[in-house]
């Protein structure tokens, strides 16, 4: 933006109706806090700073800002207490003292407002020349918001709330969102005018469109190109509402704009943070949260669940399954049914198989990991096989430290076999089905860890005998 610019966002109501112990604004919306949407979206228009104003249970909406947005440029001001939207901003007033710019204010409550939204906002709000832009919205029922009044030549004559209204202006579908775009200082006197001469005895922010017409000062309004963006949160149907309306909109751009097939976009959840390519397909049951990539030509699911810090490259495939935090490379296929925890690299053209969890631990190319095992805290080389039921034993219940197993290149393990850590199994090296390995193997070696077999002639024929069994 060529001027500088701020952002309010208005976060200290309580939300009663939510009936929760938990501040409304804190409340998930697919994988992401409401204000933590809200806030990414202001810092995306290149906000230099962003006041939130808080209010109810402030130490949670405080924690909750240091745990997720720690190293960004914010600032808490406490309003107590509530009296109103215009309150709210009287109290970033001081911390305005040396700022001049555009000063966008907004709800806490808005999860699905975009960034783009908001820059055609401020660039209708900067082309006008205005003082106070209103963000507004055409909404199929326009309940009890206040209405964005126009003259014939389609300029802002005000806005009337809806208690407020005749008939007629009722008929309006053109609402106020509670967001604008202000002239700072300018709007400062107007905001020091209000009045709280109402039953609620509060100071509404957009009285401050009133003082400026009266005042003969430059107004406009910017349309929002689709409502949905715009709804606030108050009740847990409100909640659920916009939790539907952000994975609509996700999985619209994803296959209008990515060429991303999703079978049914009913039972499939997406955040609007994922990206995934061209000609993936997204089968029915998946939940893909938080900043997940996705390559190209991938099958994913039915029913996997991706989130967090996760890459997938090309050519993947993930069945029934859940990756967490984890790298996953090109030609890789998981599960059914596998547990990919945090922190793992699966190397080009592996294969994580039926019931398999992995913590920690890079497997190389095409390794494989197939059936029934738990590997942690483990390295694998390339082309490796580890069989059915191995489990890497890490984990000293008295040290409680984690110790490293390492596999090279090239060896296998046989079924059932356990490996406690620290071990090295060296390249081409083969376990035995059944061992219990607890010293390094050399490379090429074979290791088999497990008592003699010794087979007892006609056992069971005597203990049938010894119980009474055999006539």
Same mark, same amino acid.
């Given at each position: 933006?060529?001027?500088a610019?701020?952002?309010?966002?208005?976060?200290?109501?309580?939300?009663?109706?939510?009936?929760?112990?938990?501040?409304?604004?804190?409340?998930?919306?697919l994988?992401?806090?409401?204000?933590?949407?809200?806030?990414?979206?202001?810092?995306?228009?290149?906000?230099?700073?962003?006041?939130?104003?808080?209010?109810?249970?402030?130490?949670?909406?405080?924690?909750?800002?240091?745990?997720?947005?720690?190293?960004?440029?914010?600032?808490?001001?406490?309003?107590? !207490?509530?009296?109103?939207?215009?309150?709210?901003?009287?109290?970033?007033?001081?911390?305005?003292?040396?700022?001049?710019?555009?000063?966008?204010?907004?709800?806490?409550?808005?999860?699905?407002?975009?960034?783009?939204?908001?820059?055609?906002?401020?660039?209708?709000?900067?082309k006008?020349?205005?003082?106070?832009?209103?963000?507004?919205a055409?909404? !199929?029922?326009?309940?009890?918001?206040?209405?964005?009044?126009?003259?014939?030549?389609?300029?802002?004559l005000?806005?009337?709330?809806?208690?407020?209204?005749?008939d007629?202006q009722?008929?309006?579908?053109?609402?106020?969102?509670?967001?604008?775009?202000?002239?700072w200082?300018?709007?400062?006197?107007?905001?020091?005018?209000?009045?709280?001469?109402n039953?609620?005895?509060?100071?509404?922010?957009p009285?401050?469109?009133?003082?400026?017409?009266?005042?003969?000062?430059?107004?406009?309004?910017?349309k929002?190109?689709?409502?949905?963006?715009?709804?606030?949160?108050?009740?847990?149907?409100?909640?659920?509402?916009?939790?539907?309306?952000?994975?609509?909109?996700?999985?619209?751009?994803?296959?209008?704009?990515?060429?991303?097939?999703?079978?049914?976009?009913?039972?499939?959840?997406?955040?609007?943070?994922?990206?995934?390519?061209?000609?993936?397909?997204?089968?029915?049951?998946?939940?893909?949260?938080?900043?997940?990539?996705?390559?190209?030509?991938?099958?994913i699911?039915?029913?996997?669940?991706?989130?967090g810090?996760?890459?997938?490259?090309?050519?993947?495939?993930?069945?029934?399954?859940?990756?967490?935090?984890?790298?996953?490379?090109?030609?890789?296929?998981?599960?059914?049914?596998?547990?990919i925890?945090?922190?793992?690299?699966?190397?080009?053209?592996?294969?994580?198989?039926?019931?398999?969890?992995?913590?920690?631990?890079?497997?190389?190319?095409?390794?494989?990991?197939?059936?029934?095992?738990?590997?942690?805290?483990?390295?694998?080389?390339?082309?490796?096989?580890?069989?059915?039921?191995?489990?890497?034993a890490?984990?000293?219940?008295?040290?409680?430290?984690?110790?490293?197993?390492?596999?090279?290149?090239?060896?296998?393990?046989?079924?059932?076999?356990?490996?406690?850590?620290?071990?090295?199994?060296?390249?081409?090296?083969?376990?035995?089905?059944?061992?219990?390995?607890?010293?390094?193997?050399?490379?090429?070696?074979?290791?088999?860890?497990?008592?003699?077999?010794?087979?007892?002639?006609?056992?069971?024929?005597?203990?049938?005998?010894?119980?009474?069994?055999?006539?």
């Amino acid at each position: 933006m060529a001027k500088a610019l701020r952002a309010v966002i208005l976060a200290a109501g309580k939300g009663k109706r939510m009936k929760s112990t938990r501040p409304k604004v804190l409340h998930d919306v697919l994988g992401e806090a409401i204000l933590s949407r809200v806030i990414g979206a202001v810092n995306a228009v290149g906000a230099q700073k962003v006041h939130i104003v808080v209010g109810h249970e402030s130490p949670q909406v405080e924690e909750h800002l240091h745990a997720r947005h720690s190293g960004e440029q914010w600032q808490t001001h406490l309003q107590e !207490p509530q009296l109103g939207t215009g309150h709210a901003l009287m109290q970033v007033v001081d911390d305005l003292k040396d700022f001049s710019g555009d000063l966008l204010v907004t709800v806490g409550d808005a999860p699905l407002l975009s960034p783009s939204t908001l820059t055609r906002l401020i660039e209708r709000h900067e082309k006008d020349k205005a003082v106070v832009t209103v963000l507004s919205a055409d909404v !199929p029922d326009a309940k009890n918001y206040g209405r964005v009044i126009r003259d014939q030549a389609g300029s802002v004559l005000g806005i009337v709330e809806d208690k407020d209204a005749s008939d007629e202006q009722r008929r309006v579908k053109e609402i106020n969102t509670a967001i604008y775009c202000f002239k700072w200082p300018d709007i400062k006197p107007g905001l020091a005018s209000l009045k709280n001469d109402n039953k609620q005895g509060e100071y509404y922010l957009p009285d401050l469109v009133a003082w400026a017409v009266q005042n003969g000062l430059p107004i406009s309004a910017c349309k929002a190109a689709d409502y949905r963006e715009v709804a606030g949160i108050n009740s847990r149907l409100e909640l659920a509402e916009a939790i539907h309306s952000l994975r609509d909109l996700t999985i619209e751009r994803l296959a209008l704009e990515n060429g991303v097939t999703v079978i049914d976009p009913q039972s499939t959840w997406i955040a609007p943070e994922v990206v995934i390519g061209q000609d993936t397909t997204v089968l029915p049951g998946c939940h893909i949260m938080g900043p997940v990539k996705i390559g190209s030509n991938c099958i994913i699911g039915p029913n996997a669940i991706i989130k967090g810090a996760v890459s997938i490259g090309d050519h993947c495939t993930v069945v029934l399954s859940m990756v967490v935090d984890s790298s996953i490379e090109s030609q890789c296929r998981v599960g059914p049914f596998a547990h990919i925890r945090e922190g793992n690299i699966v190397r080009a053209g592996a294969r994580i198989g039926n019931f398999v969890e992995l913590k920690k631990s890079t497997v190389g190319k095409h390794s494989n990991v197939s059936h029934l095992s738990y590997v942690g805290d483990t390295t694998i080389g390339d082309n490796a096989n580890i069989g059915a039921g191995t489990i890497t034993a890490n984990y000293d219940h008295i040290t409680k430290k984690k110790e490293q197993t390492v596999i090279g290149d090239g060896a296998s393990t046989g079924s059932n076999s356990v490996l406690v850590a620290p071990v090295t199994i060296g390249k081409e090296a083969v376990v035995g089905a059944g061992s219990v390995i607890t010293k390094d193997v050399p490379e090429g070696a074979l290791a088999v860890g497990r008592a003699r077999q010794e087979n007892k002639d006609g056992w069971a024929e005597n203990r049938k005998r010894r119980n009474g069994k055999v006539k």
